[in-house]
């Protein structure tokens, strides 16, 4: 009797020890329900990266509202040229005194830029902008432009061009950093808004402004006192809005050249 006894014990332990060993050792199935909870908890996991590195400035590049956010005051007119000077001589780098600009709004009040994807026109702001609009005028009376690439399309959003680099494919790295060599102040009066088909100045910060611009093809009202608006596109509208959508590559370059061959003013 005692012999029985001892032998159940025994068995009742190695059962006890066996379902404990299976607990432990076989996953337990997920169901639909789990399996949907882990793939939100991800996603929100991987959002709140995405948030953290756009704040400290991590490398979001695909990220089209961090592109967006950099446009406030990164891909700006930059008067500092980067490149040695030797270089800077290789595309024949005009020299642009500002002291000799003309008041050339008392003849003209519209541009046609000239593009090897199409033409459009443009009628400036002279009365609401008048610094910025002579500035612009003038560059573009003195052949400033003529040659100068659009370095950088984004479909949605703006298409940028004015830097006097993208003459010279060698100096690719350098494209959004050129500039005029002087700057002119902002311009934010009443009724000017970064909507679509307006023309705005790039810059690399408050009252950097030089040369370089862009041209709207989306409401970017969230601009607005950020980069001055000086003028509109009144034709053409299609060619913009066809050079936004231009296959691009690194750095939002199209890959094949878009080339301001002229601005008339007229």
Not at 43 to 65: E, H, M
Not at 116 to 131: C, E, H, R, V
């Given at each position: ?14 059962l ?71 270089e ?30 199409g033409?459009f ?37 703006m ?38 088909g ?14 370089q ?28 809005d ?22 008339v003013l007229?």
């Amino acid at each position: 009797m005692k012999k029985y006894f001892l032998f159940s014990l025994l068995v009742i332990s190695a059962l006890t020890l066996s379902a404990c060993g299976a607990d432990t050792s076989t996953p337990k199935k997920s169901s639909a329900a789990d399996i949907l909870n882990e793939d939100a908890a991800a996603s929100a996991s991987s959002s709140a990266a995405a948030s953290a590195n756009s704040q400290t400035g991590g490398d979001n590049s695909v990220d089209k509202d961090k592109i967006k956010q950099e446009l406030a005051g990164i891909p700006g007119a930059d008067s500092q040229v980067t490149q040695p000077a030797g270089e800077v001589k290789k595309i024949d780098m005009m020299t642009v005194d500002p002291s000799k600009f003309e008041n050339l709004a008392a003849k003209y009040s519209q541009a046609i830029f000239s593009t090897n994807m199409g033409n459009f026109t443009l009628k400036f702001y002279s009365d609401k902008a008048p610094q910025t609009v002579m500035n612009f005028m003038n560059l573009a009376n003195i052949g400033y432009y003529n040659g100068v690439k659009f370095h950088r399309v984004i479909p949605d959003f703006m298409i940028q061009g004015g830097d006097q680099l993208t003459k010279d494919d060698s100096l690719q790295s350098s494209w959004g950093t050129g500039g005029p060599g002087y700057a002119i102040k902002d311009e934010f009066g009443p009724g000017l808004s970064n909507v679509r088909g307006t023309i705005s100045m790039a810059n690399a910060g408050v009252n950097t402004g030089g040369s370089q611009f862009f041209v709207n093809v989306a409401d970017n009202t969230y601009l607005d006192g950020k980069h001055a608006v000086f003028g509109e596109v009144t034709e053409g509208m299609d060619v913009v809005d066809a050079i936004s959508k231009a296959a691009t590559g690194d750095a939002n370059r199209p890959i094949t050249p878009i080339v301001i061959n002229s601005i008339v003013l007229k």
